[in-house]
């Protein structure tokens, strides 16, 4: 009987300690950016290697990716993304005039983490269905009339069942109903 007592026991505390899924951890991670990342600052700096950020009160789009994906998952895609760029150069974009990898600014750039997340096979097909697109989710999108943007799904909706994404796009990070106010150009799931 103790046995029994202890196996379930056991499988309580783990069903009480298991982890959340990915995507949770992702928009509870993009959340807690809300109101600390209050401005929108594009400017090149040098950071850290690895783990590098830029200080916490600004930055684009990309860092509340890059900081939700850190704090969730542990995952840095500052390392992933050099990493990857120094060993298939080629594959990534040229947009910027680049000869060599720059680690300081290489993450931060919307069609570098397309070409990432693309190659490591986080790819989705984009729609216009809402069902389609789950918490954690990253949706990448063009804002007129040609800049990059990538959003971050969250597990809240609006009214008519769209789901709100979590960004910043001009005035710090947010959480807003905008999932399909520009024209999609991505979307990934994090596995």
């Not at 931060?108 to 990432?116: K, S």
């Not at 693309?118 to 800049?147: E, I, M, N, Q, W």
């Amino acid at each position: 009987m103790l046995r029994l007592i202890s196996a379930l026991l056991a499988v309580f505390i783990s069903t009480v300690h298991a982890e959340k899924n990915p995507g949770e951890s992702i928009v509870e991670a993009a959340r807690s950016q809300i109101g600390v990342t209050t401005s929108y600052d594009p400017a090149y700096v040098a950071l850290a290697y690895p783990g590098g950020d830029v200080p916490m009160d600004r930055g684009v789009c990309t860092d509340v990716v890059i900081r939700a994906l850190r704090k969730a998952l542990q995952a840095d895609l500052q390392a992933l993304v050099h990493a990857d760029m120094r060993a298939h150069f080629a594959k990534y974009p040229k947009n910027w005039g680049l000869t060599r990898t720059d680690r300081n600014i290489d993450h931060r750039r919307v069609p570098n983490l397309q070409t990432y997340l693309k190659r490591r096979g986080f790819s989705l097909p984009v729609s216009k269905d809402p069902a389609d697109y789950l918490p954690g989710d990253l949706v990448t999108c063009t804002v007129p009339p040609h800049l990059p943007h990538i959003m971050i799904v969250s597990d809240r909706k609006s009214a008519d069942g769209t789901p709100l994404i979590i960004h910043n796009i001009g005035r710090g990070t947010v959480e807003e109903d905008r999932l399909f106010s520009f024209p999609l150009t991505g979307h990934y799931r994090w596995k």
